[in-house]
């Protein structure tokens, strides 16, 4: 078994796991066929990994989930499919419409680099601490897969200077870049996720795109009901809360315009409807940044629509807000079924 990463990277273990069981799904939304490797790798250092019974219960000491852990992680774990599957085509969308950089923060065990439909001339960026990457690496070079574009792996730490280490690696700040933060800012403290989101815009130009989650409520009660549920209660107390939910508030006054859709519209969306009601309100934030002619913000989705939608390459000066390529629905590589049902046009 390779060395695996600890702490926040144990996380990573875990959604490689949801994502290994969700790829053998005959209505799959997508096929994460790296995952297995990654798991496989970790062994009994996954901390999912049996957790979860045949029966859907989740180990807790109530067999018939009467308090409702099992239904909770249930939850949780769709919600971690529905996530992969949106930010699939988001950043889908975004090269679609233009943007040949990606950089992906937090990256994990991420595989898109290699399972995604790059465009050619695409160049992608995977940051995350130096144990993710290293394990990660290796576990890849034992697999013998190559990327479908141009792979650069940063090993940096994002609550230091990853922003250098990324010019370093040869990131271009003159490019439109799409970005992608899944997973991350719960992790961090309120002034660490507020730096985080100004380096990002300090080093991005008009018509890059930016994706991310967000959650209200992350306090009290419910972190005690994460405690309690078996395998996701040991990942509660390394929540930090981010900028409880004011990440849309942020941006928008900082030269982003996009849209919010809540987890549950867009799981209905995509044939995934949860069955218990999670304790937070959990969101998909999508924005581009905006030209100096544009007006900022980000607004609630109200109704469904295609990836990318409202977020189309910048018109020029007296021209309407563009609308990007609707993309829901693919059948490449990577991509089952389905579209993923977010929507809200921001034009």
């Known amino acids: 078994m390779d060395e695996v990463p600890q702490g926040v990277g144990r996380t990573a273990l875990a959604t490689a796991w949801i994502r290994a069981e969700a790829s053998c799904r005959p209505d799959r939304l997508f096929d994460d066929w790296l995952a297995r490797s990654f798991v496989d790798a970790a062994g009994d250092a996954v901390p999912i990994h049996g957790a979860l019974r045949a029966d859907g219960t989740d180990g807790t000491d109530g067999a018939d989930g009467a308090d409702g852990t099992a239904d909770l992680v249930e939850t949780m774990s769709t919600y971690m499919v529905v996530r992969t599957r949106f930010f699939d085509d988001e950043l889908t969308a975004a090269a679609a419409a233009g943007c040949r950089q990606v950089v992906i923060l937090a990256a994990g065990l991420d ?129 930090k809360g981010g900028l409880e939910g004011e990440s849309p508030a942020w941006l928008g006054a900082h030269g982003w315009r996009g849209r919010e859709t809540p987890f549950t519209r867009i799981a209905a969306g995509m044939d995934r409807p949860v069955s218990a009601a999670l304790p937070i309100e959990g969101y998909f934030v999508t924005a581009r940044r905006a030209g100096s002619w544009e007006e900022t913000g980000v607004t609630r989705a109200t109704a469904p629509a295609a990836a990318g939608v409202g977020l189309g390459a910048a018109p020029g000066p007296g021209v309407g807000p563009g609308v990007g390529p609707g993309v829901g629905t693919r059948s490449g590589p990577g991509h089952v079924r389905g579209s993923n049902g977010h929507g809200g046009d921001i034009s």
């Open 111 to 239: 595989s898109r680099a290699f399972r995604l439909p790059w465009p050619p001339g695409t160049r992608l960026f995977e940051l995350d601490q130096p144990a993710m990457m290293s394990f990660k690496e290796r576990v890849l070079a034992g697999t013998g897969v190559r990327p479908r574009c141009e792979r650069h792996v940063v090993p940096a730490d994002l609550t230091e200077d990853w922003a250098d280490r990324l010019l370093q690696a040869g990131f271009r700040p003159t490019e439109p870049t799409a970005w992608l933060a899944e997973g991350i800012l719960v992790y961090l403290a309120e002034d660490q996720a507020e730096r985080l989101l100004a380096e990002i815009t300090d080093l991005s130009v008009p018509s890059s795109r930016f994706a991310l989650e967000d959650a209200r409520n992350l306090a009290g009660g419910m972190l005690d009901q994460i405690r309690r549920s078996s395998p996701m209660g040991q990942f509660a107390d390394l929540w």
